[in-house]
């Protein structure tokens, strides 16, 4: 069993940046993936990205390249979640969740264990 708990939400105005942080009862990751997540009022969840903890390699949906990074603190069993320029549109709850040997790292379900989520909200 593995517990996350995310912290860092926020107001924000646009342009402006939040740090999330997801933080692992369990320290052994070796075949986990870390992913975050984020759902607005009204719409699905989708993917924003992911870290392979072996590695460290990262991916992210398109909409957040080039303005959100992902990291992790292997002391820690933390992932973070850097969000650069806000837009409003980037309003939403955000989770992480993590998973064991994961293929897809853009899909939900491959996921096993999720954060309570921790609300985003970027002002225009």
């Known amino acids: 069993q593995v517990q996350l708990v995310e912290s860092g939400g926020g107001l924000v105005q646009a342009g402006g940046s939040l740090r999330l942080s997801c933080a692992a009862s369990r320290r052994t990751f070796t075949r986990y993936a870390m992913g975050w997540f984020r759902q607005a009022p009204g719409k699905e969840r989708e993917f924003v990205g992911a870290i392979r903890w072996s590695g460290g390699n990262t991916y992210y949906a398109e909409s957040v390249k080039g303005r959100f990074t992902i990291s992790r603190d292997s002391a820690k069993s933390t992932v973070y979640l850097q969000m650069n320029s806000l837009k409003p549109d980037d309003t939403a709850v955000y989770y992480c969740?993590?998973?064991?040997?994961?293929?897809?790292?853009?899909?939900?379900?491959?996921?096993?264990?999720w954060g309570q989520g921790t609300q985003v909200t970027v002002s225009s």
């Open positions: 969740a993590a998973g064991d040997a994961i293929a897809v790292l853009s899909v939900a379900n491959s996921y096993v264990y």
